[in-house]
């Protein structure tokens, strides 16, 4: 199975500051069939379900809103918040679907400073 | 917009089973990829598997595979999730989730059905 490591495990960002999460994977999760990336993020704040923050790396879900973007290629990858806001608050985890099965990392909290 | 409505919380005996139904709405149902996915208590999460509705052949993670079925009933666009042979360490919440197509990321979410085994 493709491992997921995340980094940091937790966070604290004061509002309006910039949040950076790192995602690396044991295998690179890109084809050169179609050149795309296959790795997921979501937001995953408490009793709610997951939300899908990115596809395809960097591929922004409808709704989620500017401040956050995705980078990365290969085996790197990043969750950038550019300007944290409170209801960013949550554990975020970036996920691959290069290969069955699909896995998780084990998440990031967000939290303010 | 799709929607997916899982049932309500569950408290089992160990060795027992639970089926959670999954009902979706506002999308081609069998045209959806269909997922399983759990969270543990304090853990992250956990994919279980998976059925497409028009292929209808699952995929079922190696940790559950022997325990675990995953079906779906395209006349009423309900997939269910059954887990047998229950023990404390399955004690999560489990979440249907879906895409459009046939990749394994989770657009859709359903709200997540609680379920404890506990003696």
């Known amino acids: 199975d493709i491992v997921m490591t995340q980094s940091p495990d937790s966070l604290g960002v004061s509002l309006g500051e910039r949040a950076t999460i790192n995602c690396k994977s044991s295998?690179?999760?890109?084809?050169?069939?179609?050149?795309?990336?296959?790795l997921a993020w979501y937001q995953h704040k408490a009793g709610q379900p997951p939300k899908l923050l990115f596809s395809?790396?960097?591929n922004r879900n409808s709704g989620v809103p500017a401040r956050f973007s995705g980078s990365g290629s290969g085996t790197d990858f990043t969750l950038t918040i550019s300007s944290l806001q409170a209801e960013d608050v949550a554990v975020y985890y970036c996920?691959?679907?290069?290969?069955?099965?699909?896995?998780f990392g084990h998440g990031t909290r967000v939290d303010i400073k | 917009q799709v929607q997916m409505v899982q049932s309500g919380a569950e408290v089992k005996k160990p060795g027992s089973s639970v089926k959670i139904p999954c009902k979706v709405s506002?999308?081609?149902?069998?045209?959806?990829?269909i997922s399983w996915v759990r969270q543990a208590p304090g853990q992250g999460l956990e994919w279980l598997g998976r059925?497409?509705?028009?292929?209808?052949?699952?995929n079922y993670a190696r940790k559950v595979q022997g325990r675990v079925t995953i079906t779906a009933d395209e006349s009423t666009n309900t997939a269910y999730m059954e887990l047998r042979s229950l023990r404390s360490d399955d004690t999560a919440v489990y979440y249907c989730?879906?895409?459009?197509?046939?990749?394994?990321?989770?657009?859709?979410w359903g709200q997540g059905t609680p379920v404890t085994v506990s003696s």
């Open positions: 989730a879906s895409v459009f197509s046939g990749s394994s990321f989770f657009e859709y």
């Open positions: 506002g999308g081609t149902f069998r045209s959806y990829t």
């Open positions: 059925i497409i509705p028009m292929v209808g052949t699952p």
């Open positions: 295998q690179s999760v890109f084809s050169s069939s179609n050149s795309k990336n296959y």
């Open positions: 395809w790396a960097s």
């Open positions: 996920q691959q679907y290069y290969d069955s099965p699909p896995t």
